[in-house]
């Protein structure tokens, strides 16, 4: 038993580091900027140009507190080409760019030299001083804006094409605006660099693969297990923020489970009382009517939608066209419920109950007619062996033989299926609590992929694919508790 | 949308074909059931007799006619829902709009969607230009017309019939000469409208489409994938597949520079080739799997010239740990989980969901080949093989693989089932599936957001539920037909 449970441990380690890597990658891949969404959510981020040098600063000490400064990951693959550096710039598009244009010329030190022209250009252009007569003012302004945004948009494309086109349209600004004069000297330079792109380009070293080692303090690390400083890191609960709100998402995850956890564990505890005695008649009964009729209702039931069932019981139960017995969405009435209750006090069970019967109905059907259809076949499986026969040649009674020999036996399979409780209350139940607007964890999933909020959603991957792997750990332990075969394979 | 109609009609002929309906004009249905008879006790033939065995099973049978309607509904989709007329002669002109932009009009030569006339009367007089896909071909006055039979398309909104307009109740509509008033019977939205007036008939035909599309794409790479890599891990096992020492560095080192070389120094080739739409993107996808493929085989090649010494020497291959840690750790994280969260970070498009749904389908397929391999591979005609020296490719393909189909056949088919639900529960959810494409979810999902519309609800949910029952059907019968053993 010991050396099963420890070969199972030895499994169940690089299991959760693959887990938790490929939650890294998704959140590695979300295309959004964290800290422009971040800023926003806390709601520093002011219209463009209200965006002060304050405003700066605190994206500046985000983007330190979230690590974006460190690269990604342990090691990297790259090419010679590539440079170990990069990773320090801040604006993510900016970096993107910088990829593709050395990726493109194969010369770091050229490309990080049309950066630092474009950087200078954009510096200076901010710091000219207009002084103007006042109707030209409105006219010189635009222009300038023009130029502004143009150099933007450069330090994010890499195109050919799209660079040629922005560069001659600054050319005719620049010879069309006097006032644009002192920027001569650096839009030279920008184009001297961008021209020695492709003079100096040493393409070949793009096509020699080199890892680089970057040492613990890399992104991964820091989301994994923290920095013991600010940051917790993933293994001690600490998920980030969220993007909707900027409220911790282990404290929004706390808040929700609840509710999902008390429906998944109400309705597959209904599922189990119904269904062991449906599987186990009908698996007596075989082949008679009540077998095959049986059968064939939980075939179909097993192919019906569970968001159809949903939409079907609303439509016939709480609809004010037909019967309206049940109320349509939510957990409670604001104006009824009384907000001292906690959530067992019979009051509060009394006011929610109505609520919660439609989804539990929803929730449970769908793992009632799986569970009855499993329950049957084992049934089937072990009345047909030899101790049960014995058991009748014994002269026991049939009930006797039934309920005490064979049932024990046949629950071992669906026992397992318990452990999918933990991972199902979080996961499990997205078009239920949608349908019925329970504000659960499925109706939080919903709305954080609605709202592209990342960490909400990498948050709630990580955690599913964690408690999946800690139940099958438990249930396969289990098992070979009440089945001493297992262990000794 | 040529495929499905090729595999379509090559069923259903198929079918006609077995159940003696097509071909027996020239003897009677008696005779030829007594020379297939006798023919069959000559010849034991192991799919003819696993027919035998499907056909008597009348649901699954009625489950299989019932699929090959729905192809056929779906193959001729744009025929049967249009808001063109399929024939219509306008001053004196034969006009043949619904076929414009289909296949058959392709092949007939009848331009595209946006084909522009001019239209002259019988005296050579110009009337006016039509243009096929804005012209409201229902205020013309046309001298002959044959409408398709459901006359509205998936997207075209009837201004008339706006706000939830019920199948029994009023419906207005706006005749030639300009008056709005009851509306004829040929107009009729027969299953009501939603929201924005669009016809709920003619988006359930085209949504079988869409779900037909997701089974077939989806479970075709999902199969694949499992077929293949059940197919190694059953076979070789943890201790079958041996190399010498050299050549398994070197494949390892020839996977690396596959994969640095066809996807790393690629990577703009390909994100370039997506932008420009998904099939030149595929293509990128394909050459850099050349790429891959053809680097693995030089590094293999090279392998071989150093082989020496202690590099001689056998090492095992532990394929079956790889695959089935694989399987676990795709399995340890909740299906719709897994696929709203990739779909989250990815662009919206259905064929990237269908590619999704594929790639985290295939476990199930892959466990089932491989057990099925695993009981296989000591059976006596796989040994024999062996023995002759057959190389290992060989032994699977060909001898092992096309004994052991029956349980992935079944199992796919759950899978095609499973994976229409599951596109189902994304564009219900409005995830992943961009919104303006009309599917069965979707329109369910418009049923959601307005509970009053019963027809919302009750006819897409039927569509959807009817269809995977037919797939779950096929898929049991087919169970019980080819392997007698696992019917339960």
């Known amino acids: ?489 | 949308m040529n495929i499905l109609i090729i595999i379509s009609f090559l069923l259903f002929i198929y079918c006609l074909y077995e159940d003696g309906l097509l071909f027996t004009k020239k003897s009677s249905q008696k005779q030829k059931k007594v020379i297939k008879e006798n023919n069959e006790k000559q010849k034991f033939s192991f799919s003819k007799y696993a027919w035998n065995q499907f056909k008597k099973n009348k649901i699954a049978l009625i489950s299989l006619y019932l699929l090959m309607a729905l192809v056929l509904i779906a193959s001729f989709a744009p025929y049967i829902a249009n808001d063109k007329p399929l024939y219509a002669k306008y001053e004196g002109n034969k006009l043949y709009p619904a076929f414009a932009g289909t296949n058959i009009g392709w092949i007939l030569n009848l331009g595209d969607e946006t084909r522009t006339d001019s239209i002259f009367d019988s005296q050579g007089d110009f009337v006016q230009i039509l243009q096929y896909d804005i012209t409201d071909w229902r205020q013309l006055n046309l001298e002959d017309v044959i409408w398709a039979p459901i006359v509205y398309s998936p997207k075209s909104m009837d201004r008339y019939n706006r706000d939830y307009v019920s199948p029994t109740g009023k419906q207005r509509y706006k005749n030639p000469s300009g008056e709005i008033t009851e509306i004829p019977k040929r107009f009729r939205h027969r299953l009501g409208t939603d929201g924005i007036g669009r016809d709920l008939a003619s988006g359930l035909i085209h949504g079988t489409r869409i779900s037909l599309l997701v089974g077939l794409v989806s479970m075709g790479i999902a199969s694949i994938i499992g077929i293949i890599l059940g197919a190694l891990a059953g076979f070789f096992g943890d201790n079958k597949l041996k190399m010498p020492r050299i050549k398994y560095y070197f494949s390892l080192l020839g996977i690396f520079l596959g994969l640095f070389y066809g996807f790393g120094q690629r990577k703009y080739v390909i994100a370039d080739g997506f932008s420009n739409g998904f099939g030149s993107g595929s293509i990128q996808i394909l050459l850099s799997i050349l790429v891959l493929i053809s680097i693995l085989i030089v590094c293999r090649y090279i392998s071989k010239l150093i082989m020496i010494g202690k590099l001689k020497e056998d090492v095992t291959v532990p394929v079956d740990t790889f695959v089935s840690r694989g399987i676990e750790l795709l399995n340890s994280i909740p299906r719709l989980i897994l696929i709203i969260t990739i779909t989250s970070v990815v662009e919206r498009s259905l064929w990237i969901v269908m590619v999704i749904i594929g790639l985290t389908g295939w476990t199930r397929i892959a466990r089932f080949t491989r057990a099925e391999f695993l009981r296989i591979r000591s059976l006596e005609f796989v040994q024999a093989s062996e023995a002759l020296g057959y190389s290992s490719r060989r032994t699977i393909f060909k001898h092992a693989l096309p004994n052991s189909l029956a349980p992935v056949f079944v199992s796919i088919a759950f899978g095609i089932a499973s994976a229409i639900l599951i596109e189902a529960g994304l564009s219900f959810l409005g995830i992943g599936v961009p919104t303006d494409i009309v599917t069965w979810g979707s329109l369910l999902n418009l049923g959601r957001q307005n509970i009053e519309a019963w027809w919302l609800i009750i006819f897409p949910g039927m569509a959807i539920f009817i269809t995977i029952t037919i797939y779950n059907m096929i898929a049991e019968a087919s169970r019980d037909a080819l392997d007698p053993r696992l019917k339960s």
């Open chain 1, 1 to 489: 038993m010991l050396k099963y449970t420890i070969e199972r441990l030895i499994t169940f380690i690089p299991m959760l580091i693959a887990i938790s890597l490929i939650a890294f990658i998704i959140s590695i891949m979300a295309p959004a900027d964290p800290v422009e969404r971040l800023s926003k959510a806390a709601g520093t981020e002011g219209s463009a140009d209200e965006q002060s040098s304050a405003s700066k600063k605190i994206k500046q000490e985000l983007r330190k507190k979230l690590g974006l400064d460190l690269p990604i990951f342990y090691v990297s693959i790259s090419n010679l080409a590539s440079s170990d550096t990069l990773h320090k710039i801040q604006d993510k598009y900016q970096k993107t760019n910088l990829k593709a244009l050395t990726h493109q010329s194969g010369n770091w030190q050229a490309v990080s030299n049309y950066y630092h022209a474009l950087l200078k250009l954009e510096k200076n252009q901010k710091s000219l001083q207009i002084n103007s007569s006042q109707e030209d003012l409105i006219k010189i302004t635009e222009v300038n804006n023009q130029f502004g945004f143009e150099i933007g948009s450069l330090l994010e494309t890499s195109k050919k094409e799209i660079i040629d086109i922005k560069l001659t349209k600054m050319e005719n600004l620049l010879n069309d605006n006097t006032f644009l004069n002192e920027l001569d000297q650096d839009f030279d330079y920008v184009v001297d660099c961008y021209k020695k792109l492709s003079t100096q380009s040493t393409r070949w070293k793009t096509f020699i693969p080199t890892i680089a080692w970057y040492g613990l303090n890399n992104q991964y690390h820091v989301w994994l297990v923290g920095n013991g400083n600010d940051r917790r890191g993933v293994i001690r609960g600490d998920f980030g923020e969220s993007y909707i709100d900027g409220q911790p998402i282990a404290r929004k995850i706390w808040n929700k489970i609840g509710i999902s956890f008390a429906l998944a564990v109400i309705s597959i505890l209904i599922a189990y009382i119904v269904s062991i005695p449906i599987g186990i008649y009908s698996a007596y009964k075989k082949d008679t009517f009540f077998d095959k009729g049986m059968s064939l209702i939980l075939f179909i039931l097993y192919s019906m939608p569970s968001f159809f069932i949903g939409l079907l019981l609303l439509l016939g139960f709480a609809n004010p066209d037909n019967l309206s017995w049940f109320p349509v969405s939510g957990i409670q009435d604001p104006s009824s419920f009384d907000p001292n209750w906690s959530w067992w006090h019979w009051d509060a069970l009394k006011h929610r109950a109505p609520y919660l019967i439609l989804p539990i109905i929803t929730y449970t059907y769908g793992s009632f007619a799986f569970l009855s259809r499993i329950m049957r076949i084992g049934m089937i499986d072990i009345v047909s062996q030899d101790y049960i026969r014995t058991a009748r040649a014994k002269g026991l009674g049939e009930n006797k033989v039934i309920l005490k020999h064979a049932l024990r036996n046949s629950l071992l399979p669906i026992i397992t299926v318990f452990a999918a409780i933990f991972p199902s209350s979080i996961g499990g139940s997205v078009i239920i609590e949608v349908i019925f607007s329970i504000p659960g964890m499925g109706l939080e999933i919903y709305n954080s992929v609605l709202n592209y909020d990342y960490p909400m959603i990498v948050a709630v991957f990580t955690l599913v694919g964690f408690l999946t792997m800690v139940g099958y750990l438990v249930s396969d332990l289990l098992y070979a508790v009440v089945d001493p075969r297992i262990s000794y394979k």
